[in-house]
């Protein structure tokens, strides 16, 4: 029988969402007190999490709920970072799997069925 592998959860400081933590944008206070953007889910530090979509970044910034969670002022670099980070999607992420859907499969199947009378 397969294990059931835990997935690590955390709440977004914005929305209150609980999701995945790799599905979250860490913010990290580290021991230093700097702030940082942690891509990589492994610098130690206070860690507060933002989903990575603007409204929740926005909100996180706007309200000033990170600077709280961590106790620091966002830098202007961090709250840019953030939002730049939105553009794009962290480089880790699988690549995005095109699903055909049933419609498409159906007909795909149907044509191949045609074709097999002329191979
Ligand atoms: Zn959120």
Known sequence: MP???RVPQR???ACGQVRAKRDLVRVVRTAQ???RIDR????S???AYVCP???CVDRALGEGRLARMLEREMPDDIAQGLRDAMARPAPQRPPMVHR???AQAAESRERSK???GLL
């Open 11 to 13: 709440q977004c400081v």
């Open 40 to 43: 990589t889910g492994k610098l």
């Open 100 to 102: 055909i859907t049933l």
């Open 45 to 47: 530090g206070r860690g």
């Open 114 to 116: 045609h074709r097999g």
């Open 33 to 35: 007190g700097d702030v």
């Open 53 to 55: 979509e603007t409204a």
């Open 3 to 5: 294990k059931v592998r």
